[in-house]
């Protein structure tokens, strides 16, 4: 904490010529942004000093009302574009009673928020938003007992109005004016009971979001929006594969270029500084023109793929064992067999990789775009081998995230360079190339699937086969999950350790079937993973939910009335009921050029319940088919903001269909060969679907992730609304035209 005392203290007369809203407080490091082009959300509110966590159990760990007349908000969760900071302002102003137009917040800050590890599978509202509501309802008891001691009343006969107390006698007293700017320092019980849902005024209702205003009307919001006082820009040059060597490199035509400062060679790891942007753009292509590789062939191509993966992946994981469950499927009234397989996928940022990056006495500030601030501090520590306290690293958004992309490694770079050149805020950002071959993809995926049912259209036994590679390469304190940390000299080792469990995430049905089995072969793959958008719950019900239906068009059965047949859950049934309300199912006719697909998940078994059916038109002349319509029916629980619920499903149907449709990663043996736009092309505009998304709240029930529930269903619906317009089954992911057997078309 000294070097950080010494670094505020060092700010305060630059902080005292600036006449900005900020001055009087220490706001390390921050307050060498200049005021114009620097996104307001990046900047600490005034009024709230800046303060470590110590204690995530302490009502103002989470929330803090401050000298000007604000309620704070502090979550460990990264914005990344899904909307929590709205979402988790509405529930703090719920339980205080304070207007949400009083309210803002602060995410992800390891010098002032608490360390919520990672912001992914969906539950950012779910478990940080569960944290600041029972925060705010201990604030608020505790506030209205100081009032209740101030007057000598109780209590419970105190009424709160947009954060004013007020007594049965007419006496007032604001939160602000009661606490005289101490901090509420008592301890979270987990005693005092949230408010009851039926008196919400906040939660439930579509309140605006102020970062999307920001982002329509061009305004800075993004971490690549940054501007710093004094700062430099900076370029890597990535060798040309994963297993390059750099063999040499003439760095003086490149230092004596117009406006460099730096060119830094550690190893294979090259990087360039410069005074403007497109000076070093330049200089970098400089570098790669002269420098000389060594480079290693990618063993296993792309039509190989599959067949490695079943031949090369040895003993099976049982994840779940039903002895005698093959006798079961053999013996079925109806019985089937098939097999499944997604490629690679890009997380596809539609902007490049950025970071910003200064050290400054002994210490490192990183301005970034993780979806973990604290794992991302520990891993920059083990990296340059300082203690984390010597480490700051800020939440700021990204232009685009869906996972681990490429954050966290340009955030690794931007520290490497900057240590190069201390005092100098470094901004890092990668070209759209780097983007898309260095970042970790989402990992090819095959499945073969086996199962029966009976007479009366009971589903008996289930049997999956899944052959994945890892789901997660996260930052996890391992300096060599940065991919340029394992280009240095000497080099960090990069151990890919355990498999994870988003392997076979909703690889079981949830469906009620007597015998349920499912094996996992880890496949150890050419191409870098990690974690993308619902891990392998997009794969697995797709593949699952296809294969349903092609059990179901063996039986003759009804695609929502087989499925609720076989589901339990009251609350599963529910939302394909009201899709077949909303759809019309039950009197919607099928032209002869458009085919209907249904598709039905309940997030990792345990979260949101989505039902969806896609509608497809297609062109026999032209040999093509487009996606017309997608309607949605979610159910995550208490809806704490319906607009918000309803752009996150939106934007993974979006995105589903994208990967569904279009999306797969080509490479050759030199390497990544889907470098753009074209060689990778994605869902435009203009062929965005129409979409309906109906809600069903249940305010008596908690809430539960959304961000991912979309993406598995919207994939097997177009599977299987392409089915039922062509005859033409396609169980290889992405759905092309070229794929579907037009020949099979009555």
Known sequence: MEDIQSLNSSRRSFLKTTGHLLVGFNLFPLTFCQTKGVPNEILPYAGVPLRPITDSKLIDSWIKLDAEGYLTVLSGKQELGQGIKTALIQIAA????????????????????????????SNSVEGSGNSIRQAAAEARQYLLKLAGQRWDVNPSSLQVENGNIKSPSGEEISYWKLLEGKFIEEKITGEVSPKNPKDYKYVGQPLKRDDIRKIVNGESHFVHDMQMHGMVHARVHHPPSYLSQLLSVDLSEVESMPGVLKVIRNGSFLAVVAEREYQVIKACEKLRSIAEWKTTSIEILADQLQDSMKSTSGKPEEVKASPGIADTISNAY???????????????????????????????????????????RSTLSDLFAIDKEKIRCIGIPGAGCYGHNGADDVSGEAALIAREIPGKH?????????????????????????????????????????????????????????????????????????????????????????AKQLHLYN???????????????YANTFAMESFLDELINKSGNDPIAFRIHNLEDPR?????????????????????????????????????????MAEVEIDKAAKNYKLKKLTGVIDSGLTINPDGLKNQTEGGMIQSASWTMMEEVNYDEKGIISTDWVSYPIIRM????????????????????????AMGPVAAAIANAVFDATGSRVRNLPIKSEKIDWDSIS
């Not at 019985?335 to 690679?344: D, G, I, L, T």
């Not at 009921?577 to 050029?593: F, P, Q, R, V």
């Not at 203009?686 to 529930?709: C, S, Y």
């Open 523 to 537: 496949f150890d793959g050419p191409l870098r993973t990690s974690s993308l958008r619902g891990l392998g719950a």
């Open 572 to 612: 599963a049934r529910a939302v394909l009921e009201e899709l077949a309300t909303k759809t019309n199912w039950k009197s919607k006719s099928k032209g002869a050029n458009n085919g209907l697909g249904v598709a039905y998940a309940r997030y990792k078994n345990a979260t949101s319940y989505f039902a969806v």
């Open 686 to 709: 203009m062929d965005v679907p129409e979409m309906e998304v109906h809600i069903i709240n249940r305010p008596e029930t908690k809430p539960m992730g959304a961000g991912e529930a």
């Open 94 to 121: 719920e339980e205080l009673d304070i207007h949400p137009d009083r309210c803002h917040i602060i995410n992800s800050d390891t010098g002032q928020t608490a360390n919520e590890g990672f912001t992914a599978g």
């Open 426 to 514: 470094v901004r890092l950002q990668w070209m759209r190339e780097d983007e898309h071959k260095w970042e970790p993809y989402g990992t090819a995926m095959a499945f073969q699937l086996s199962a029966g049912i009976d007479s009366e259209g009971k589903l008996l036994g289930w049997d999956s086969v899944v052959w994945s590679d890892s789901h997660s390469t996260r930052p996890n304190g391992q300096a060599a999950s940065f991919i340029s940390a394992r280009q240095l000299d000497p080099p960090f080792e990069f151990k890919k350790g355990g498999f994870s469990a988003g392997s076979y995430r909703n690889g079981i049905p949830e469906y009620s079937i007597q």
């Open 334 to 376: 109806i019985k089937h067999q098939a097999e499944y397989f997604r490629p690679y996928h890009m997380h596809a940022s539609m902007g490049p990789s950025c970071a910003l990056a200064i050290w400054e006495n002994d210490g490192l500030t990183v301005w970034t775009a993780t979806q973990g601030v604290y794992p991302l």
